[in-house]
């Protein structure tokens, strides 16, 4: 069954999975047209604090622990 | 150690107020506060410092009765204090900054003289000190609410940019259409892909901005990491546009 979470304070975060990728190609690459390109086509999604988060991939919810931007959902709490 | 010229000055804000346009000279000066402390019986002088600061502000310039310039700035001088903050390196994200978090404006001088353009002189009192800061988001006018988390900006080679807190610092000088209001946000990330709320200022009005006070310097606890970027929204009507800038200050490790 997969987790729940809820923001613990507003943040930002790539919207999608391809959004993810272009970001993250776009951050290995040096200022230029590209560069430019890529960070142009990554869609972001603004969450507000308490808004329930459904991450749609392992690696954004690891960003998002780092980023101490969620918190599990008990199912008792 | 590079050197700076006066070309560079990228703003100098005041509230809602920029005062480049008219000014020549700025002096800045920062002195250790001292008591005398030697004795009677010793020939030599002794002095004893807290770490107190005392910072005296200047500027020189021209008389300019520009919109939100420096003449309607200082005209009756206003005991309202404003945050100030002026980029002698220029107008780009991660520049050196100076941030004053409490200013008032306390003398001020037009000089009218034959043959010659009419001058002014002010002069600031400084509440809480400068702090040496770097910008978050460089002086522009954007559209549409948005974020800067793909142009973010490090504000340190190394993560955490600091454990003890800090300050940021928001200056709006226009907010055009008919927008009720425009909140601003200072982010920060740890990775550069999830930016989290860090700051979100109060929100700013049209009649803030015609005030001239459209401004705040707010203290930042705990840790700042290394990537910063801003956020920015609109409340009620239509085509708005907000001109601002949002500097960050990190407190040095003891």
Redesign the interface.
């Known amino acids: 069954m997969a987790k729940t979470y809820r923001a613990t304070k507003g943040f930002s975060c790539p919207a999608d999975p391809e959004s993810m990728k272009r970001l993250q190609s776009a951050r290995k690459l040096e200022a230029g047209e590209k560069r430019e390109a890529l960070l142009a086509q990554v869609a972001w999604m603004d969450v507000e604090k308490g808004a329930k988060v459904e991450p749609y991939n392992d690696f954004i919810l690891r960003s998002l622990l780092e980023n101490e931007c969620v918190e599990e959902v008990k199912a008792n709490g | 150690m590079a050197k700076y010229g006066s070309d560079q000055v990228g703003f100098m804000l005041l509230g809602s107020y920029s005062m480049l346009g008219s000014t020549s000279k700025l002096e800045d000066t920062v002195e250790l506060k001292l008591s005398q402390t030697d004795v009677l019986g010793t020939s030599d002088e002794q002095w004893w410092s807290s770490g107190a600061r005392k910072t005296d502000l200047t500027q020189d310039g021209w008389f300019d009765d520009a919109s939100n310039g420096h003449h309607e700035a200082f005209k009756g001088l206003p005991t309202t204090h404003l945050p100030l903050t002026i980029a002698p390196h220029g107008n780009a994200g991660g520049l050196a900054i100076d941030m004053y978090p409490s200013v008032g404006r306390v003398n001020y001088t037009v000089q009218v003289s034959v043959g010659d353009v009419h001058k002014a002189q002010s002069q600031y009192s400084i509440n809480g000190g400068k702090k040496a800061g770097v910008i978050a988001f460089p002086l522009g006018t954007k559209v549409a609410a ?2 800067t ?3 973010d900006v490090t504000i340190s080679a190394t993560h955490p940019a600091g454990t003890g807190g800090g300050s940021t610092v928001l200056h709006v000088t226009e907010l055009t259409g008919t927008p009720t209001n425009c909140t601003i ?1 200072l ?1 920060h ?9 860090l700051t ?1 200022f109060a929100a700013v009005t049209p009649a803030n901005v015609a005030a001239g006070v459209a401004s705040e310097y707010a203290t930042i606890a705990g840790q700042i ?1 290394k990537w910063v ?1 801003v ?1 920015w929204a609109y409340t009620g009507g239509s085509a708005p546009t907000v001109t601002f800038t949002v500097g960050v200050h990190v407190t040095p490790a003891p």
């Open positions: 948005a974020n988390d793909s142009d946000k982010r990330s740890t990775d550069g892909i999830t930016y989290a709320d979100t990491n970027s956020a």
